[in-house]
C-alpha cells in the first residue's frame, strides 16, 4: 500500500504491518476522545515514526495515488480529526 504522510513524502508499506499500525491507531483514537493533548502528540509522532521504519520511501521524483494519507507530525488534534474515519487513521 501506498502511503502519504503529509508534508514529508509517500512510502511503500507491506499489507503486513498493519495490525502492529492498528494498535498505535487505536491508542491515538482513544486519546483523541479522552483530549489527552500530551498522549495524542506522543502517540502521533510513534505512528508515524513506526510507518517512516517500515516503510520503502518513493523517490521523490514519483507521485503515485496514495491509498493512504496520514497527517503530518506537527498537525494539531483538529486537523487529525479531519482524517479519520469510523476506526480510525489506518483503516481496520
Same mark, same amino acid.
Given at each position: 500500500?501506498?502511503? !502519504?504522510?503529509? %508534508?514529508? =513524502?509517500?512510502?511503500?508499506?507491506?499489507?503486513?504491518? $498493519?495490525?502492529? #499500525?492498528?494498535?498505535?491507531?487505536?491508542?491515538?483514537? +482513544?486519546?483523541?476522545? /479522552? &483530549?489527552? &493533548? @500530551? &498522549? $495524542?502528540? !506522543?502517540? #502521533?509522532?510513534?505512528? #508515524?515514526?513506526?510507518?517512516?521504519?517500515? =516503510?520503502?520511501?518513493? @523517490?521523490?521524483? /514519483? #507521485?503515485? @495515488? /496514495?491509498?493512504?494519507?496520514? @497527517?503530518? /507530525?506537527? +498537525?494539531?488534534?483538529?486537523?487529525?480529526?479531519? $482524517?479519520?474515519?469510523?476506526? %480510525?487513521?489506518?483503516? =481496520?
Amino acid at each position: 500500500m501506498i502511503v !502519504r504522510i503529509m %508534508g514529508e =513524502g509517500q512510502l511503500v508499506l507491506a499489507d503486513s504491518h $498493519f495490525a502492529e #499500525l492498528n494498535k498505535l491507531d487505536d491508542e491515538l483514537l +482513544a486519546e483523541m476522545e /479522552s &483530549g489527552d &493533548g @500530551p &498522549g $495524542f502528540r !506522543r502517540t #502521533l509522532h510513534a505512528l #508515524l515514526e513506526k510507518v517512516r521504519e517500515l =516503510g520503502e520511501p518513493l @523517490p521523490d521524483d /514519483s #507521485l503515485e @495515488p /496514495s491509498e493512504l494519507i496520514l @497527517p503530518a /507530525s506537527d +498537525a494539531t488534534l483538529e486537523e487529525v480529526r479531519q $482524517f479519520l474515519r469510523d476506526d %480510525g487513521l489506518i483503516p =481496520g
